[in-house]
């Protein structure tokens, strides 16, 4: 008989504001916090010219490289923040 697994959906959270007001310092932040109280967390950067913002997160080694991703396209400024309990 297979055991039963309770499925747990992960958390998205959406940080937006204006270039400068602290977004990515927040994430950095957040992603510190949730990863040592024992959260699975991943970021997905959205930015409409570059990939600077997730280039940051993993130079400062905020997450393991692969549990960052940064998207280049055109919209709105945003950062993804997502947890998911161990």
């Known amino acids: 008989m297979l055991e039963e697994r309770k499925q ?4 998205r959270v959406g940080v937006a504001g204006p270039v400068g007001s602290g977004k990515t310092t927040l994430v950095e932040c957040l992603s510190r916090t949730f990863s040592e109280t ?9 930015d409409i010219y570059t990939q600077e913002d997730a280039e940051f997160l993993r ?8 549990r960052v ?4 396209q055109g919209g709105v400024r945003t ?3 997502a947890t998911m309990p161990r």
């Not at 747990?8 to 958390?11: D, I, M, P, S």
């Not at 991703?69 to 280049?72: K, S």
């Open 38 to 46: 024992g959260y699975e967390v991943a970021v997905v950067t959205n």
């Open 8 to 11: 747990v959906r992960g958390l």
């Open 79 to 81: 950062r993804r923040f």
């Open 69 to 72: 991703r940064g998207w280049r």
């Open 59 to 66: 130079r400062r080694g905020v997450l393991p490289l692969e």
